[in-house]
């Protein structure tokens, strides 16, 4: 029989009517007792890591996930962690950096309803990842409405809608059909045999939406507080550099020592920064290339990778090395 341990963190799946709206407020065992296995072919203990809208958590709150995945690592097969929506693919992406060589599945889920609610999508959830973490699959996952997505893919694309979460820019890893699993892709597995963890985050990282009119000025501020400064430009890629230039901060951006990524506001496809002029001037720059990485998965990389080095050369290295499938390994830069 299959040994799961659950790990719940709160979320609207573990919410319940407040004084002011939904708040998480139901216990791991509270959650386990709406699931019903009719085999009985697996064994799952609980245990409740917090109980906070996902919101509130912080990197902080990944590496006690990670740690708690580690110090269990040998007694259980797999593992589900229950989580907010609105923050799930920042955890999900963190941990796939900090649990190096799984061996075993880490399955992450929520629900768009609370769990103790009529019509709910949290039943259905909590079952496919349980479901999912008996597999023999190493990696970490999310798994929702039926959807199996590699941790460093997923993106929250709804707020109300049952199918919350897409994969981007990568294939689906599978399927669940009540008790049918369809794989569509499997990651690779490493030759290593031991669970490599690495939970040192530097927090100190800076997401920047560019829009027309984005004030030079505010580079000023970043470069006094950030170590890292993940810049979402359009397209392609590229800054403006007629009126409000920005060309002379991203300068004096990566002479202070920060590590400035460049992405992109489109959700795929990725960036191409050699393909007009506005982004070849950025590439002059030492900067760092996020090629067809989302938004979630840059800003827990940086945060892993800075606490790893503060050498900008490294934290380009480690940032445009592929590692969890999240980037694509036949990207042209």
Partial sequence: MK?????????????????????????????????????????????????????????????GMAEAIAENYDQYDGFVITHGTDTLAYTSAALSYMLQNLKKPVVITGSQVPISFKQTDAKKNVSDSIRFAMEDIGGVFVVFD??????????????KSYDAFESINHPYV????????????????????????DTSLCP????LKLHPGTKPEIFDYLKTVYKGVIIE???NGGLPFEERNLLPKLQELVQAGVAVT??????EEGQDLYLYEVGRKVAQYDIILSADMNTEAIVA???????KTMDRKQVKQWMEKPIASDLSVDWEK
């Fill in 262 to 267: 460049i992405s992109t506001q489109c959700l």
């Fill in 146 to 159: 039926g959807r199996v997505i590699i941790g460093t893919r997923a993106v929250k694309m709804r707020t």
């Fill in 174 to 197: 599978a399927s669940i059909q009540e008790k049918t699993i369809n794989y569509y892709w499997k990651p690779s597995q490493t030759n290593s045999s031991s669970l490599k963890v």
């Fill in 3 to 63: 040994k799961l341990l659950l790990l719940a963190t709160g979320g609207t799946i573990a919410s319940v009517e407040g004084e002011e709206g939904l708040v998480p407020g139901l216990s791991a065992e509270d959650l386990l007792q709406y699931f019903d296995d009719d085999s009985r072919t697996v064994d799952v203990t609980c245990k409740i890591l917090m109980n906070r809208d996902s919101t509130n958590m912080q990197p902080e709150h990944w590496v």
């Fill in 204 to 207: 100190d990282v800076f997401l």
């Fill in 301 to 307: 990389k940086l945060m892993w990778t800075l606490g």
């Fill in 233 to 235: 430009s359009f397209g």
